[in-house]
């Protein structure tokens, strides 16, 4: 297998972060570390929040996009994960947020993140004309199933449902990298928004993770997609598929068979596009393999 691992540094920043109490007037410090310490476009943003006293509720956001979290049972530990979408322009942006302490103090996370830019490749390919000039049928059946697609990726899980570390789904060498601005007959199109991984018609499909099928459906564009709810924002989507074999409504397992690789429909030979979101941002799935785990050590690094 020849799959890179995704470009997360696994070396966390750690920051002491002075609050101020909103209704006692005392300083409440509380320390926030965050993964990847390099920011780019496609990349997934964790951060985790710890304090020596319980702590209630966490929010925060950045780069306009929420973060999701999730405590431990002792909630002084709190993660969240968030993505950066791939057309995100580079410059500075705010990690901004709050704290919520069990006994009524609350603090703000203001801490200021660089995201660096990334260049990513230009491809040309060629397809049927009937994906490039829709008809006005195809058109609007298109537009329906962006509609469909977008009020899934809004929708948050409010718990996590993903266990360990994600693989991928299948062994393959990777024919289409993350990001690729696209040219498809002639005419410039989104950029790739998943990564496609050559195989043969037939190949087993595994679920990169446990986690909820909230889609099982033959769409104009990706052909036969499965999307996976692994909770907290975060999905993962299999396209072109010849067979699907879970439903909606499903509980997977990671490494569960849930379809095989095939041809159906924009594309160019069969091969799984497989894509993953956080937050509504398109992340490169690739960089969910080094996702880091929930752990009570992260503050004792
Ligand atoms: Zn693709």
Redesign the pocket.
């Known amino acids: 297998m020849i799959l890179r691992q995704g470009q997360c540094f696994l070396s966390c920043l750690l920051l002491l972060l002075t609050c101020v109490s909103s209704n006692r007037s005392i300083d409440l410090p509380f320390q926030i570390k965050f993964s990847p310490k390099i920011l780019v476009p496609g990349a997934i943003f964790q951060v985790w929040v710890h304090s020596q006293d319980s702590i209630s509720r966490v929010e925060a956001s950045l780069a306009e996009r929420d973060i999701v979290f999730y405590t431990t049972s002792t909630r002084k530990q709190w993660e969240g994960v968030a993505g950066i979408d791939l057309e995100t322009l580079p410059g500075l942006y705010s990690l901004t947020g709050t704290v919520w302490m069990t006994d009524g103090r609350s603090g703000a996370i203001r801490q200021s993140l660089r995201i660096l830019p990334k260049k990513f490749p230009t491809q040309r390919i060629q397809v049927k004309q009937k994906y490039v000039t829709l008809g006005a049928q195809d058109s609007q059946r298109a537009a329906r199933e962006a509609r469909q697609l977008q009020a899934i990726w809004e929708t948050v899980t409010s718990k996590r449902l993903w266990v360990e570390t994600f693989h991928p789904p299948l062994s393959s060498r990777l024919t289409?990298g993350f990001g690729r601005r696209r040219i498809v007959n002639g005419k410039r199109r989104s950029p790739?928004s998943?990564v496609?991984l050559k195989a043969s018609f037939g190949t087993p499909i595994k679920a990169a993770n446990s986690g909820k099928v909230v889609l099982a459906q033959d769409l104009f564009f990706a052909g036969k997609t499965i999307i996976l709810d692994h909770g907290l924002g975060l999905y993962t989507l299999y396209a072109h598929c010849s067979k699907m074999w879970i439903k909606v409504g499903d509980l997977v397992g990671q490494g569960q068979v849930i379809g095989e690789v095939g041809a159906t429909g924009r594309v160019t030979g069969p091969h799984l596009?497989w894509a993953c979101r956080v937050s509504s941002a398109r992340v490169n799935p690739l960089n969910l393999t080094t996702l880091l785990m929930p752990t009570t050590s992260i503050f004792s690094q």
């Open positions: 289409s790739h998943g496609d596009h």
